[in-house]
T-cell receptor
Framework: SQKIEQNSEALNIQEGKTATLTCNYTNYSPAYLQWYRQDPGRGPVFLLLIRENEKEKRKERLKVTFDTTLKQSLFHITASQPADSATYLC???????????FGSGTRLQVQP | DAGVTQSPTHLIKTRGQQVTLRCSPK?????VSWYQQALGQGPQFIFQYYEEEERQRGNFPDRFSGHQFPNYSSELNVNALLLGDSALYLC?????????????FGDGTRLSIL
């Protein structure tokens, strides 16, 4: 079955630096991959979707890459701010492309 | 434009009881999916409803059942509650059944089993 791995350790960075989060997957070749942000006590919020034929996608200070050979997606936040502190989840479609399978998320803490 | 709303926000039950959770999708959305999120884990897919039918189901026992109404709202029912059912239950709505659309989540119902 497909497996998604995100770094379970929290990532602590200084304000203004670039945060880079990793999502690795195995046993699957997804047609697309999604990233979500989740704040404590809240539901996930959709950030970006990247398709297998897109190497990179940007939205304001966010950048996502998708390497289907390495089976890896990288999520970057440039010029990070304390307000970016949250848990970031990557999600892949299941084989039926109806449900999403989520990673366990990486908690980002941006220090002022 | 109201987003996804879920009720209640918190619920405490005892083992063996039954519970019903409710979800109103974002305006214009016709598909509702339910997820269970344990502490420190990502959401895990329970099932999806579209056109008032269950379209896909995750690896959850039959104690978990659901319903979708003509106005697209949905209910999640869990029977014979176990301690392990304690979790945050999330409802997500989207337009269409494919997951290549952004999923819009509510803030969930925190279910605690004593």
């Amino acid at each position: 079955s497909q497996k998604i791995e995100q770094n379970s350790e929290a990532l602590n960075i200084q304000e203004g630096k670039t945060a880079t989060l990793t999502c690795n997957y195995t046993n699957y070749s997804p047609a697309y991959l999604q990233w979500y942000r989740q704040d404590p006590g809240r539901g996930p919020v959709f950030l970006l979707l990247i398709r297998e034929n897109e190497k990179e996608k940007r939205k304001e200070r966010l950048k996502v890459t998708f390497d289907t050979t390495l089976k890896q997606s990288l999520f970057h936040i440039t010029a990070s701010q304390p307000a970016d502190s949250a848990t970031y989840l990557c999600a892949l479609p299941d084989t039926g492309r109806r449900a999403l399978t989520f990673g366990s998320g990486t908690r980002l803490q941006v220090q002022p | 434009d109201a987003g996804v709303t879920q009720s209640p926000t918190h619920l405490i039950k005892t083992r063996g009881q039954q519970v019903t959770l409710r979800c109103s999708p974002k305006s214009g959305h016709d598909t509702v999916s339910w997820y269970q999120q344990a502490l420190g884990q990502g959401p895990q897919f329970i099932f999806q409803y579209y056109e008032e039918e269950e379209r896909q189901r995750g690896n959850f026992p039959d104690r978990f059942s659901g319903h979708q109404f003509p106005n697209y709202s949905s209910e999640l029912n869990v029977n014979a509650l176990l301690l392990g059912d304690s979790a945050l239950y999330l409802c997500a709505s989207s337009l269409g059944i494919l997951s290549n659309q952004p999923q819009h989540f509510g803030d969930g119902t925190r279910l605690s089993i004593l």
